[in-house]
């Protein structure tokens, strides 16, 4: 960012020691949006029958665990061979991996982009589809689980351990270990 773009607002170090301009923060975010979508917007497409194909890069055993319904299977190192005979050249492309602590999607990404596809990365990944409480294929049957609280609105509200509501204060009474039994594969 150069200094013209940014805004001195305090001499002390701080959260906005430097801001971008309005212009700056439109382009950026503009930009972001070019290149994302969040599982909710990709859900929204999936359902509206939007063209593009969803593909999922982890590898077997992760695949085998679970999957948005509809994606098809390309783990991340299998792209630049499979690609063209999975995906229509020009076909827009939607890619995921496990999650937020992953890069394979941006991996993948950068590998369709470089095929000449137009890509996107869904971010949050296959763990912010189960969280947001969307259904999902295994190979035994089609699962869904309740919505984490924390990343949507959970029948209820945030619970703890036997349906114990949150406290008054907004805090959940006690914490529950969850189990997601899944785990990034990449």
């Not at 070019?34 to 999936?46: K, P, R, T």
């Not at 949507?152 to 204060?169: C, E, F, K, L, T």
Request: aromatic fraction near 8%.
């Amino acid at each position: 960012m150069t200094q013209d773009a940014a805004t001195q607002l305090s001499p002390h170090s701080s959260l906005f020691e430097q801001v971008a301009s309005p212009a700056d923060a439109i382009a950026h975010f503009r930009g972001r949006l070019g290149f994302e979508a969040d599982v909710s917007d990709v859900q929204a497409a999936l359902a509206d029958g939007e063209p593009f194909v969803l593909i999922d890069t982890r590898n077997d055993e992760a695949w085998a665990q679970g999957r948005v319904p509809g994606a098809v299977h390309v783990p991340r190192r299998e792209i630049g061979a499979r690609a063209a005979s999975v995906v229509p050249v020009g076909t827009p492309v939607v890619v995921y991996c496990w999650g937020p602590g992953c890069n394979g999607a941006t991996r993948s990404a950068l590998e369709f982009a470089a095929l000449g596809y137009p890509v996107k990365e869904m971010i949050g990944g296959f763990e912010y589809w189960v969280r947001e409480g969307f259904a999902f294929d295994t190979d035994a049957e089609l699962a869904q689980r309740v919505p984490d609280g924390l990343t949507n609105v959970a029948p209820g509200g945030i619970v703890g351990p036997g349906g114990q509501q949150a406290s008054s204060a907004g805090r959940a009474t006690s914490v529950t270990a969850i189990d997601h039994g899944i785990a990034c594969a990449c």
